[in-house]
Structures are given as C-alpha cells and as structure tokens.
C-alpha cells in the first residue's frame, strides 16, 4: 500500500516514519529510508526497561526449563538510498520517503522513467517470501505538508492518508481514505496516540537535507 503522512511543520512527520521503521524492524520487515536513522542508543535504552527484561527472562525460562524450541527472533535491516530509482527491485519491505514532494510534484512524476512509474503503479505484486515462506508485502510511507503537492497520478495511488497533530508531547495520528481527505465531514477509520520519546528523535537528523533525486536515471535514458 502507498501511505501518505501529512501534516504542518513540527507535527512529527518525520518522526513518526521514524517510529513506524522501528516497529517494522522487530516485526522483521526489511526497511528502506531516504533519510538516515541510527536507532543503537535507542535500543541501548529499550533494553533497560523493565518490559525488555521481563519478556527476555521469560523466553529464557521457557527454552531453559519448559525444553521449548523457540525461533529466534528474526529482525529487518534498513537500507539508504539517495537515488530514487534505486528501489525499482525491492520486493517486500517498507519504503520511506521523507518530504515526498520532492520526487513526485507533478513535474517530477514526469521526468520518472517508465520502470519508476511502473513500480507505484504496480507495487502490490512486489511481493517477497521470508525463511519461513510468509509473504511480505510492499508498502511505501511518504512524509508531505500537504497531500495536494504530490501529483495527481500519485494521489490516485495512494491507499491511506495520516494527519498528524502534536499537543505537547502527545502526537494523534487520524487515518483516513485518500477520498475523504478533502471532505468537511471525512471519516476518520483510525485514531493513534504516541507520545515524544528524546533517544528516538535523536536517531535521525532534523536537519538532514532531502535533496531529490540525482539525475542518473535521466542519463540512463539518453
């Protein structure tokens, strides 16, 4: 599915696509980001607390003394790119794409060659198989201000649009269709509260700058 994340400056957009790669990461989803993230002190915190340790002391109980065989854990890894045809493979995982507009204003949806284009049209079927023969599915997160600075194309693909809010440091996340977006009384299909965690914001850089796509791709078709 292709999700947009929108809202106004200082919302937490970007850290929101943040949150969601850590979760995508221990369900053991590959993760592929525009943007760097670095989530090692994150987890150094994560491992502290007593949740963490409860639930490792309790699959060391059951494999020690039960004699149950437990999988281990598989995590996703995160990939960077800078190009965006460089994701025209990936099948199966979670792409992120901060400040979308920046590839796919209307003048960048043009100047995407055919194998680009095709890939939004088509992502659903790019699918992939774990170890254990689950299928994984293709799923593209982009981070905007305003859904209408993406392309109309674009927008025709797009399954789900999250408005985000932020009161102190509580973020709302509202789900909606890409259709009820712009209606006065839209349905709101999801609501997602989530609070401002420091070591999590520290694992990106607010100011990276998102500089678009270099025109490799272009060189390639000449």
Known sequence: MINIV??????????????????FIEEGKD???NFYINF?????????????????????????????????????????????????????????????????????????????????QQHR???????NGKIIGLNIWGAVQNVRRIDTVIRELVNNVFI???????FLAKQYDIEEVDKEN???????FFMFDKTLANSYDTFQEITGFENDHKKRRT
């Open 125 to 131: 079927k790019h699918i992939k198989r774990d170890e």
């Open 186 to 192: 839209k349905i709101c299909y999801s609501r997602v």
């Open 31 to 33: 993760v592929y980001s």
């Open 40 to 120: 090692d002190k994150y987890e150094q915190k994560r491992q502290k607390t007593y949740a963490y340790r409860i639930r490792n002391f309790l699959r060391i109980f059951v494999i020690r003394y039960l004699g149950i065989k437990l999988r281990p854990k598989r995590l996703g890894k995160i990939y960077f790119w800078k190009r965006i045809d460089e994701f025209v493979d990936i099948k199966g995982g979670e792409i992120l794409i901060d400040e979308c507009q920046i590839y796919f204003n209307s003048r960048g949806w043009k100047d995407l060659p055919p194998e680009l284009q095709y890939k939004f």
């Open 6 to 23: 929108t809202g106004k400056p200082g919302t937490g957009k970007t850290y929101n696509l943040v949150r969601l790669a850590y979760g």
């Open 164 to 170: 985000l809010k932020k009161v102190g440091v509580v």
